[in-house]
């Protein structure tokens, strides 16, 4: 009887940096279940493993610094099995990519500043209620509607990359060969801009941000958005790793490993599950986990802490 103890105790880990224990096979296993949805989405997964790890007791700055490596490791993974497919538009991808990383370090730079205020809890979790709240009402009445028609036996028509809308009459147009794509550049480096500055601010990859907006947006065909959108993801978060590790020193890099190995694994079953599913199925699925994910978050700002106290040293600069 004595030795369950033993053997429970060994699985608990010391993460470092969030002055904490946690079990092993737990975040091994969530890092696994967002994996799996990145690469089923074509999303980074930092929307929801973020607020796990806050929800489960990690600090909300390591959270957010550390799930970057995370999705860089889950996002790679997901990518290659794109990119062996043929489904990235590398060019599209590299002004993403560009601009993303310009973002990121305006998110880093906010980061540290909100941080410094002690406004950093506050704001994370009233960015996720915001934005996820939005995106994923949107979202699921789109899905929803799509699913709708076509029970009702309405054809539903894909948007096509030549049905054009304002956005496309903006100046500065590049052609894009592999989207069958030409349109103005300044739309595109304006996407990468937000994704990279609230991906380093909130700990997201922000594909399912992305994904919506080559799709509806730039109209980016189905056959490339995806792989595209892992590409911009990997590199952006790569960039905020550093940045995060550099600057605010918040990275844990135990955690982060932990859930490096289970999204990296995680990853390959969801892109191989992503071919067996329609494409409003699959939006319809990530509508709800986002809108659950900001349920969620509102519920913690309006329920009071469990405990309403406590004690630290306040210094010129603030809480040290």
Not at 141 to 147: C, F, G, I, K
Not at 296 to 316: H, N
């Amino acid at each position: 009887m004595a030795s369950a103890p033993a053997r429970t105790t060994q699985l608990q880990i010391y993460l470092p940096i969030a002055e904490l224990s946690m079990n092993l096979f737990f975040l091994v296993g969530i890092g696994g279940a967002v994996g799996f949805l990145s690469g089923l989405f074509g999303v980074g997964g930092g929307f929801l493993l973020t607020p796990l790890l806050i929800f489960s007791g990690v600090p909300a700055p390591v959270a957010v610094a550390s799930v970057t490596g995370q999705v860089v490791a889950a996002s790679t993974s997901g990518a290659l099995s794109y990119y062996r497919r043929g489904g990235i538009d590398m060019h599209l991808a590299m002004y993403l990519v560009l601009s993303g990383v310009l973002g990121a370090f305006g998110g880093v730079a906010a980061f540290a500043a909100l941080r410094a205020a002690g406004q950093l809890d506050l704001v994370i979790s009233l960015g996720f209620l915001l934005l996820l709240g939005f995106v994923g009402t949107l979202m699921l009445v789109e899905a929803v509607r799509s699913l709708l028609k076509r029970r009702a036996g309405i054809v539903v028509r894909e948007k096509l990359p030549n049905q054009h809308n304002w956005i496309h009459g903006l100046p500065m147009r590049i052609r894009f060969k592999k989207s069958k794509l030409y349109i103005s550049v300044l739309p595109v480096l304006g996407i990468g801009l937000c994704i990279g500055f609230l991906g380093s601010l909130l700990g997201i990859g922000g594909g399912f941000i992305l994904v919506p907006a080559l799709v509806y947006l730039l109209r980016v065909p189905g056959t490339v958005v995806i792989g595209t959108s892992l590409l911009q993801v990997v590199a952006i978060m790569a960039a905020t790793t550093i940045l995060h590790a550099l600057q605010s020193q918040s990275v844990d890099i135990l955690l982060a490993f932990c859930l490096m190995v289970g999204g990296v694994v995680g990853a390959q079953f969801g892109a191989s599950a992503g071919k067996y599913l329609r494409g409003e199925q699959l939006r319809a699925m990530l509508a709800v986990l986002v809108l659950a994910v900001a349920i969620r978050f509102g519920y913690s700002l309006i329920v009071g802490p469990a405990d309403p106290f406590s004690m630290a040293v306040i210094g010129l600069g603030g809480v040290l």
